[in-house]
């Protein structure tokens, strides 16, 4: 019996994250001739992409949709109920959700049975390390190319992202992946841009309670957990960071909607923090969630905490911050 039951899969739609990136490589190296998509989590959730959804389809690293094929993640919110996974296994799906460091590590235990997968056996650690939370002070601030290569993948940018998933789905060696020009290029212009977001990071951002706060939406900047809690250091536990446009559009990836994503500062708190983060990504936003140390949600138009129906407005971004602010005080 052949891997996944025979299953037939035509389409892969993976998050945009290097955990994304690689799943979708090595479901693409095992099944050559699937088309592959990416995208944001919200699109999964929102219905973006519905019509293209069926059994001949593998989503991996993304929230979990019933009318797909096949089914790979790690994301703790992202998990199929018992219901679920019983209606969707009747249905001929195939499910691999496991507590493992990364969407790629499940992929990789999966289809390294049955196909060569050694030429990412040397990145796969870093894959762990950057997706679980992980990874070191020091690594952080080194010069690995591994985690270099991972600041580099924006789907603004999709022809590249497109590129890197060709040569690792064609077993391309990862030495000589990160000696090409096109990564060269962008790892450079990455650091050169690193002393400019911390500087914009300290102006949009402020310590609250032990929480870094960043407001960096409209800017046209976004960052991640590592950089924000590397920078305000041993003052904060986690962070907030609000990015996306006030007039952003789900599925836009060039200007997607306002959004937030929560992060502990694993530099501090290796063990996964000291608070549930999903409580303050699924406070409001029914779709929120992600891992408890890092995750993400809409921002969602509020009055006095309350949920109301209408557009969401710049006001929002405070009274979601001051409702998550609540919620983070009750951890002692």
């Known amino acids: 019996m052949s891997l996944f039951d025979g299953l037939i899969i035509e389409k892969i739609i993976a998050d945009g994250d290097l955990d994304g990136l690689i799943a979708a490589s090595i479901l693409k190296t095992y099944y050559t001739n699937a088309k592959v998509t990416f995208a944001h989590a919200a699109e999964i959730r929102n219905g973006n992409?519905?019509?293209?959804?069926?059994?001949n389809t593998a989503i991996c690293d993304l929230p979990f949709h019933p009318n797909c094929g096949l089914y790979l993640d790690h994301h703790s919110t992202n998990?199929?109920?018992e219901k679920e996974l019983e209606d969707f296994t009747i249905s001929g799906g195939k499910c691999a959700w496991y507590p493992v460091d990364s969407a790629a590590r499940v992929a990789f235990d999966l289809c390294s049975k049955e196909i060569d997968l050694s030429h990412l056996e040397i990145f796969m650690?870093?894959?762990d390390k950057l997706d679980s939370g992980k990874i070191s002070l020091s690594e952080f601030n080194s010069d690995n190319p591994i985690l270099w290569l991972s600041k580099t993948i924006n789907l603004d940018d999709l022809d590249y992202v497109n590129l890197l998933l060709n040569w690792f789905s064609s077993r391309k060696e990862v030495e000589e992946i990160l000696q090409e020009e096109e990564v060269v290029s962008r790892i450079n212009i990455m650091k050169n841009e690193q002393n400019k977001l911390r500087k914009i990071i300290l102006d949009n951002g402020e310590v609250i309670d032990r929480i870094a706060v960043v407001k960096?939406?409209?800017t046209g900047f976004r960052t991640n957990g590592y950089l924000v809690t590397s920078t305000f250091g041993n003052e904060c536990d986690a962070c907030i960071i609000v990015h996306g446009y006030s007039d952003g559009v789900i599925g836009d990836h060039s200007r997607y909607p306002l959004s937030a994503s929560f992060y502990c500062n694993s530099f501090l708190h290796n063990n996964g923090g000291i608070f549930n983060l999903t409580k303050l990504a699924q406070a409001f936003d029914e779709n929120g969630g992600g891992h408890y140390n890092a995750c993400g949600c809409r921002i969602i138009?509020?009055?006095?905490?309350?949920i109301i129906k209408r557009e969401v407005t710049h006001n929002d971004i405070d009274e979601n911050i001051n409702q998550w602010l609540k919620i983070w005080g009750s951890r002692n």
């Not at 992409?49 to 059994?55: E, G, N, P």
Request: no cysteine; aromatic share 0%; proline share 9%.
């Open 301 to 306: 138009p509020l009055e006095d905490g309350k």
């Open 125 to 127: 650690e870093m894959v």
């Open 49 to 55: 992409l519905d019509k293209i959804i069926d059994i």
């Open 79 to 81: 998990k199929p109920s």
């Open 216 to 218: 960096m939406q409209d």
